[in-house]
């Protein structure tokens, strides 16, 4: 149980366009999902929360505008990286909670998108 | 002090040694204490967490040691197989708000067959 699954694995898409990534959650209910950005040897850095059907909650110093989050069902949440550049690559990791059922500290995480702007 | 302090930042153990790695926080509003297991491009997995109310949790060869008073916890994986070779990651939440991680910044650990 509790799995989650990201889509896709990996992007390559060229400088100015725009990408989405969706994260959905399998066999529960996330009513909260994270998402995460990850540089090469780094640690995971919170990018933004969003709960089902409201608007996300951005850390500092993370462009709203530019990253748009969406969060629409109790399954899906999408990430869409805007106006792609070159410094926006990176590994882009999404996480989901289920306090319904078990505990909500709890977090599951998605296998990752690779995504390269070239 | 939302920081989540990790260390080593790598580590070598041979086959069958014991791995130790550490961390530290300062934020007492802190209470649930996860540690996540990460492959090279793969998300990170849950290997065990733990609660302030406990001082050791053990779950096969993964044990985690916490010291409320010196507000330091530890991951201690038992009979290292080269198979454990991956980063671990260390990380808090609290109960207020959405329950958001802060995590370390990671452990390379290299198990040596």
């Known amino acids: 149980g509790a799995v989650v699954s990201q889509h896709p694995s990996r992007v390559i898409c060229k400088s100015g366009t725009s990408v989405k990534i969706e994260c959905r959650s399998l066999?529960?209910?996330?009513?909260?999902m994270f998402w995460y950005r990850q540089f090469p040897k780094k640690s995971l850095m919170l990018m933004a929360t969003?709960?089902?059907?409201?608007?996300?909650?951005?850390e500092q110093g993370v462009e709203k505008d530019k990253f748009l989050i969406n969060h629409a069902s109790l399954t899906l949440s999408t990430l869409t990286v805007t106006s792609a550049h070159p410094e926006d690559s990176s590994f882009y990791i999404c996480?989901?909670?289920?306090?319904?059922?078990?505990?909500?500290?709890?977090?599951?995480f998605g296998p990752g998108t690779r995504l390269t702007v070239t | 002090q939302q920081q989540v302090k990790q260390s080593p930042q790598s580590l070598i153990v041979q086959k069958g040694g014991i791995s130790i790695i550490n961390c530290a926080y300062e934020?007492?509003?802190?209470?649930?204490f996860p540690w996540y297991q990460q492959f090279p491009g793969k998300g990170p997995a849950l290997l065990i967490a733990i609660r302030p109310d406990v001082s050791e949790k053990k779950e096969g060869r993964f044990t985690i040691s916490f010291n409320k008073s010196a507000k330091q916890f530890s991951l201690h994986i038992m009979d290292s197989q080269p198979g454990d070779s991956a980063t671990y990651f260390c990380?808090?939440?609290?109960?207020?708000?959405?329950?958001?991680?802060?995590f370390g910044t990671g452990t390379r650990l290299k198990v040596l067959a």
């Open positions: 969003s709960n089902e059907g409201s608007k996300a909650t951005y």
């Open positions: 990380a808090a939440s609290t109960a207020s708000g959405t329950y958001k991680y802060i």
């Open positions: 996480s989901a909670s289920d306090p319904g059922t078990g505990s909500p500290h709890e977090q599951y």
């Open positions: 066999d529960f209910q996330a009513t909260t």
């Open positions: 934020n007492t509003a802190f209470d649930y």
